[in-house]
Nanobody, 123 residues
Framework: QVTLMESGGGSVQPGGSLRLSCARS????????IGWFRQAPGKGREGVAA????????RYADPVAGRFTISQDTAKKMFYLQMNSLKSEDTAMYYC????????????????WGQGTQVTVSS
């Protein structure tokens, strides 16, 4: 079984940076996609960044493109979300996730999830 655990959230000023980490355990060999999602208060969950693990091809949601970077360290069985130039609208609970099969989408069909880590951006 694959389990995920996020860390690295916190409270920062606008313009600041955070690096979120996701630790993976179990047999992760079948996880062909990794991703980060977020859910702001009163809003639905939205995809933020995703990666096809076997080629490290990435995709970003428009609001974070150019500011956030998804990466992985296969030796450590971890992946990351580097968040730069943070804005107040980035405030949300952030989740890491993986999926085993490609369904033709970047942000659907993720089936393994972490518990979330809070990111708050405020003055």
């Amino acid at each position: 079984q694959v389990t995920l655990m996020e860390s690295g959230g916190g409270s920062v000023q606008p313009g600041g940076s955070l690096r979120l980490s996701c630790a993976r355990s179990g047999d992760t060999s079948s996880s062909t996609f990794i991703g980060w999602f977020r859910q702001a208060p009163g809003k639905g969950r939205e995809g933020v960044a995703a990666m096809r693990t076997y080629g490290e091809v990435t995709r970003y949601a428009d609001p974070v493109a150019g500011r956030f970077t998804i990466s992985q360290d296969t030796a450590k069985k971890m992946f990351y979300l580097q968040m730069n130039s943070l804005k107040s609208e980035d405030t949300a609970m952030y989740y890491c996730a993986t999926k085993d099969v490609y369904d033709g989408t970047w942000f659907r069909a993720f089936n393994v999830w972490g518990q979330g880590t809070q990111v708050t951006v405020s003055s």
